[in-house]
C-alpha cells in the first residue's frame, strides 16, 4: 500500500510539474508576443501613424510590390492588416503581405526586381511573425527605410482564396472584403485545438483580425455586421458571423478555446447539413450558445449572469432556454476531435 502510495503522489507531482510548465511556457510565449508587438506597433505608428488613405496614395512605394508583380503578369492581393487598413479599419500595419498564385515565381521576379530574401531568424518559433509567413518567403527591398518594409509572399492556395474575386484598387489590389473575411475564418475553424493550444499567439492573432473586420463602418453605418453582408457570406460561415455581429452582455472572446470548439463544430455541421445557422435576435437574449457550454457539451464555465439579485426573468425567456437546453442535450455536440476524424 505504501509503495503504491508513494506511486501515486509520484505521478501525481510529475504531472502537476508537467502542466505548471506548460502554463507557463504558454503565459511567457503571450508576454513575449505583448511585448514585441507593442514594440513593433509603436515602430510603425510612428511612421504611419498620421496616414490617411490619401496620404497611402501619396506613398504607393509600400505597394511596390504589387505593380511589379503586375507588370509581369502575376496576380496578387494584399493580405491581414493592410487589406483591413485599405478597408477603413483602424489598424497599424507592419511587414506587407500578399498572396500569389505561386511564391516561387513571385520571389524571382521582385528578386530581380531589386529585393532581397530577409528571414526572420532570431524569432521563437511560435512567434506570430514566424507563424504568419509559414510557408511563404519574406524579402526586403535593398534599402531598408523602416522596419515595415518586408514583404512577404504567401501562397493563395493555403488561404483557399481565389485571386480571380480581387478588386483592382488606386493603391493596391485588394481582395473582396466579404471573400478575405471567407478565408480568415476557415483558416482559424480548421485549426485542430492542438494547433490553437501550441500556437496560441497566432491563433489569438488571427481571431483578432477577425474581430478588426467588425470594426469596419461604411456610408450608413456599421458594413460588416449589416444584414445585407450575412447574405454575401457562404452558409458554413454564417454561424460565426452571427455571433461576431451580435452585440449581448458577457461575451466571451472570439479567442476563447470553447468559442472555437464551439463554432468549428457548428461549421463541420452546417457543411453535413444537421445545424442552420440563423441571425441572433435583436436585443441583449438570447446570446450565442457558446456562452453555455452545459448545453453543448463542452466543459468550461459559463459567464455569470449580470441579473440583479431579485430580479425575475419572463417566462417566455425560461421556456426559450428549456426548449434549446432539450434540443441540443437530445443531440449533445461532439469534440472538435471527433467532429474532424
Known amino acids: 500500500m505504501t509503495a503504491a502510495w508513494c506511486k501515486s503522489i509520484r505521478r501525481w507531482l510529475s504531472n502537476s510539474w508537467r502542466a505548471s510548465r506548460r502554463w507557463w ?3 511567457l510565449a503571450y ?6 508587438r507593442s514594440t513593433r506597433r509603436a515602430s510603425a505608428t510612428r511612421s504611419w501613424s498620421k496616414r490617411s488613405a490619401s496620404v497611402v496614395v501619396q506613398q504607393p512605394s509600400r505597394f511596390d510590390p504589387c505593380r511589379i508583380l503586375a507588370q509581369h503578369g502575376i496576380p496578387s492581393a494584399v493580405w491581414f492588416e493592410d487589406t483591413l487598413f485599405l478597408y ?3 489598424t497599424a500595419v507592419f511587414d506587407l503581405y500578399i498572396l500569389v498564385p505561386d511564391i516561387s515565381v513571385a520571389s524571382a521576379v521582385l528578386q530581380a526586381a531589386g529585393y532581397r530574401k530577409a528571414g526572420l531568424e532570431g524569432l521563437d518559433p511560435d512567434d506570430e511573425r514566424v507563424c504568419r509567413a509559414s510557408g511563404g518567403v519574406r524579402l526586403e527591398p535593398v534599402a531598408v527605410v523602416d522596419e515595415a518594409d518586408g514583404t512577404v509572399l504567401l ?3 493555403d488561404w483557399k482564396f481565389d485571386l480571380r474575386t480581387t478588386e483592382e484598387g488606386s493603391v493596391a489590389p485588394v481582395p473582396r472584403l466579404s471573400s478575405f473575411l471567407e478565408s480568415l475564418m476557415e483558416y482559424w475553424l480548421s485549426m485542430p485545438e492542438e494547433e490553437c493550444r501550441e ?3 497566432w491563433f489569438h492573432s488571427l481571431a483578432n483580425l477577425i474581430s478588426y473586420a467588425y470594426s469596419i463602418r461604411g456610408p450608413n453605418g456599421d458594413l460588416v455586421r449589416s444584414p445585407e453582408f450575412a447574405e454575401q457570406l ?7 458571423h452571427y455571433d461576431m455581429a451580435t452585440k449581448y452582455p458577457k461575451k466571451s472572446d472570439i479567442a476563447s478555446y470553447r468559442k472555437h470548439e464551439y463554432h468549428a463544430i ?3 455541421e452546417i457543411q453535413e447539413g444537421t445545424f442552420t445557422p440563423r441571425p441572433y435576435p435583436s436585443g441583449n437574449f438570447p446570446p450565442s450558445l457558446a456562452e453555455y457550454p452545459h448545453l453543448t457539451g463542452l466543459d468550461a464555465p459559463a459567464p455569470e449572469s449580470r441579473r ?3 430580479s425575475t426573468v419572463s417566462s417566455g425567456r425560461i421556456l426559450f432556454v428549456l426548449s434549446v437546453a432539450l434540443t441540443v442535450l437530445q443531440k449533445p455536440l461532439q469534440s472538435i476531435d471527433e467532429v474532424m476524424a
Open 266 to 268: 457548428r461549421y463541420h
Open 88 to 90: 477603413g479599419s483602424d
Open 25 to 27: 511556457q504558454l503565459k
Open 31 to 36: 508576454l513575449r508576443h505583448l511585448l514585441n
Open 308 to 310: 440583479k439579485r431579485g
Open 234 to 240: 457562404q452558409p458554413r460561415f454564417r454561424e460565426l
Open 199 to 201: 500556437k496560441y499567439i
Open 155 to 157: 501562397s493563395a492556395a
